[in-house]
T-cell receptor, first 120, second 111 residues
Framework: NAGVTQTPKFRVLKTGQSMTLLCAQDMNHEYMYWYRQDPGMGLRLIHYSVGEGTTAKGEVPDGYNVSRLKKQNFLLGLESAAPSQTSVYFC???????????????????FGPGTRLTVL | LAKTTQPISMDSYEGQEVNITCSHNNIATNDYITWYQQFPSQGPRFIIQGYKTKVTNEVASLFIPADRKSSTLSLPRVSLSDTAVYYCLVGEMDSNYQLIWGAGTKLIIKP
């Protein structure tokens, strides 16, 4: 099993350009997450999904959109990139609690290797 | 949103027990407390998760007081390879539900 994979690993954009980051997991997990991590800081949740076709906003959703058309994939889009979006982006997936299927805090999150994005 | 706070850094020596505390005053009623470890240029890796009292696995223990407003990760007999950044993660309920990560504690283990 590959676990959680992210595409691309590195990307440089110019201000105003758009791009899509792809996250794929082969563990049949219900939950998927997109985070950003700025240098020397903790992770901040951008958007998350508790199942195919559903998404929800996290702590810092502005400037990003997401889609979960297939259970195994979670896409993060930047419509018009800004220098403030320079960061490392991590995708994660997890399984829901049997007794609390709508509780995103439950379970081990499995992380991808990250995408390092620079916006000039 | 209430902040999830943890010490910025800690030092210890090989073979010692290390305790890292996280404060999470606004934790949601039904939410779990989770700790992760992160090495440079890697994604975080799960260490342990709990809801209340004490949880122990093969690598760590997690202590949670009755009010659940804090938690303590305990690493027994640390080694040099435990040098990493440690994060706590909780769910918090303010105007809406959020998953909140602490800023991380950089743990340095000395020989």
């Amino acid at each position: 099993n590959a676990g959680v994979t992210q595409t691309p690993k590195f990307r440089v954009l110019k201000t105003g350009q758009s791009m899509t980051l792809l996250c794929a997991q082969d563990m049949n997990h219900e939950y998927m997450y997109w985070y950003r991590q700025d240098p020397g800081m903790g992770l901040r949740l951008i958007h998350y999904s508790v199942g195919e076709g559903t998404t929800a906003k996290g702590e810092v959703p502005d400037g990003y959109n997401v889609s979960r058309l297939k259970k195994q994939n979670f896409l993060l889009g930047l419509e018009s990139a800004a220098p403030s979006q320079t960061s490392v982006y991590f995708c994660a997936s997890s399984y829901p609690a049997e007794r609390e299927p709508s509780n995103p805090s439950y379970g081990e999150q499995f992380f991808g290797p990250g995408t390092r994005l620079t916006v000039l | 949103l209430a902040k999830t706070t943890q010490p910025i850094s800690m030092d210890s020596y090989e073979g010692q027990e290390v305790n890292i505390t996280c404060s999470h005053n606004n934790i949601a009623t039904n939410d779990y407390i989770t700790w992760y470890q992160q090495f440079p240029s890697q994604g975080p890796r799960f260490i342990i998760q709990g809801y209340k009292t004490k949880v122990t696995n093969e690598v760590a223990s997690l202590f949670i007081p009755a009010d659940r407003k804090s938690s303590t990760l305990s690493l027994p007999r640390v080694s040099l390879s435990d040098t990493a950044v440690y994060y706590c993660l909780v769910g918090e309920m303010d105007s809406n539900y959020q998953l909140i990560w602490g800023a991380g504690t950089k743990l340095i283990i000395k020989p």
